[in-house]
């Protein structure tokens, strides 16, 4: 089935640690998007990518960062800059142009302890 | 630039009830609007879109929507609630050029059903 999978579903992290988060789809879209997520704020978009090799910073990328080597993965990485990493983050892909929908993963639970 | 305000954060209404979840929207070029629907740790689901043509969008699980471009609304209905209906539930606006289709998303509902 296609699909996006976010891996791990919850994960600890200790403070000063970087992490990495996992995003793959095999829905060949080009587009893929990182949101998070935190009660009372909505979706806040990080980082987004339309193409292998490139990516823009959304509206929240100071203390993360991302890669695009592969059309099918857009993994996320939230380092020890970002002050307060404790949330749910959630991928999305999409195809290009218009009339388009995000398709989104089951996200992923960061805790820093 | 894309905005959406939803007009109360936390919905209640009884079994069999209408739901109405409300989306006003603030856009500088023609919206493609959508709602999702967010059940508890888990992802969002696609209720329904708008793009262009008919106002009245019909979406899965009874929702529908219709777009008022003089009242740059779009509200949520549906004529009668489930108790599976209970989840959070996201407006979101879409730029229409191609090329950069990323979401704005309004702060969400969340909806409880009173049995």
């Known amino acids: 089935d296609g699909g996006i999978t976010q891996s791990p579903k919850y994960l600890f992290r200790k403070e000063g640690q970087n992490v990495t988060l996992s995003c793959e789809q095999n829905l060949n879209h080009d587009a893929m998007y990182w949101y998070r997520q935190d009660p009372g704020q909505g979706l806040r978009l990080i980082y987004y990518s339309q193409i292998v090799n490139d990516f823009q910073k959304g509206d929240i990328a100071e203390g993360y960062s991302v890669s695009r080597e592969k059309k099918e993965s857009f993994p996320l990485t939230v380092t020890s800059a970002q002050k307060n990493p404790t949330a749910f983050y959630l991928c999305?892909?999409?195809?290009?142009?218009?009339?388009?929908?995000?398709?989104f993963g089951q996200g992923t639970r960061l805790t820093v302890v | 630039a894309q905005s959406v305000t939803q007009l109360g954060s936390h919905v209640s209404v009884s079994e069999g009830a209408l739901v109405l979840l409300r989306c006003n929207y603030s856009?500088?070029?023609?919206?493609?609007l959508f709602w999702y629907v967010q059940y508890p740790n888990q992802g969002l689901q696609l209720l329904l879109k708008y793009t262009t043509g008919a106002t009245l969008v019909k979406g899965i699980n009874g929702f529908e929507a219709e777009f008022k471009k003089s009242e740059t609304s779009f509200h949520l209905t549906k004529p009668s609630a489930h108790m599976s209906d209970a989840a959070e539930y996201f407006c979101a606006v879409s730029r229409t050029n191609f090329g950069n289709e990323k979401l704005t998303f309004g702060t969400g509902t969340r909806l409880t059903i009173i049995p």
């Open positions: 856009s500088s070029v023609p919206p493609y």
């Open positions: 999305a892909s999409s195809i290009m142009g218009r009339n388009t929908e995000a398709f």
